[in-house]
């Protein structure tokens, strides 16, 4: 009987021991972390492929209505592995939550990702709104931009992203045509309080996060500020 029982533990221990040795890529800590040398590889292949090529750039073609946080996707296969090894491990390619981007393409062709967590969130939502067959509006929180009552949705607390530039949580907000986002405004309010940069209303003042920071603000609608220079809703 102990001979059973002892058999038993060591085929318990060794299933635990492969499940970790196989556990997901996408799901690994150090495949969750935007780190700044990986960063760095990317912006130097960027770079030298630049130059090798009359200055055109290694980005996936996206539609022109593709937002701007979205919309330059690199494409390793331009660059690996002749000005790099590979995606790096915290990419979508290589099973990590990140998607690799340019931002400022015309005049400062600037490596950043995309936290794709966010995506599969919003998808989930928008998944729900559709099984209700339209979208549960709660309050109007400005022009064509409302909150949701996530209750109708069968929610049992509201959904929310971890800001990557305060760490806070970020609800989701939803504009007129049904189009799901994540709300950085209390991010934007707390950024500029601390900043000595000013805006003019009409400015897209989300710079201000992604300056500071390798993760993009991406699935977000433009904010400007008023006349006392704090953030308000762009949406249209």
């Given at each position: ?182 709300d950085y405004i209390s991010d934007l309010y707390l950024t500029l309080q601390g900043s000595e940069q000013m805006f003019a209303p009409g400015d897209d003042i ?31």
């Amino acid at each position: 009987m102990k001979a059973i029982l002892l058999k038993s533990s060591i085929v318990f221990i060794v299933c635990i021991l492969l499940s970790g040795c196989m556990y997901p890529q996408e799901r690994k800590v150090e495949n969750q972390i935007p780190y700044e040398e990986q960063i760095q590889s990317v912006q130097q292949a960027v770079n030298k492929f630049q130059e090798a090529n009359g200055g055109l750039l290694p980005i996936k073609t996206r539609d022109m209505e593709t937002p701007i946080y979205i919309k330059y996707p690199i494409e390793f296969k331009k660059i690996a592995p002749q000005y790099i090894s590979g995606p790096p491990g915290n990419s979508f390619e290589n099973g990590g939550i990140f998607q690799y981007v340019l931002i400022d393409v015309e005049t400062n062709p600037t490596v950043k990702v995309v936290d794709l967590r966010i995506a599969e969130k919003i998808r989930e939502i928008k998944s729900r709104i559709k099984s209700q067959g339209y979208p549960p509006f709660k309050e109007t929180i400005a022009d064509n931009v409302f909150m949701l009552d996530y209750e109708k949705l069968g929610y049992k607390t509201d959904p929310y992203i971890v800001s990557p530039y305060t760490n806070h949580h970020l609800p989701f907000i939803i504009t007129g045509n049904g189009e799901v986002y994540v709300d950085y405004i209390s991010d934007l309010y707390l950024t500029l309080q601390g900043s000595e940069q000013m805006f003019a209303p009409g400015d897209d003042i989300r710079s201000i996060l992604s300056d500071k920071s390798a993760v993009v603000p991406a699935y977000s609608v433009p904010y400007t500020v008023d006349e006392k220079n704090e953030p308000v809703y762009m949406a249209k």
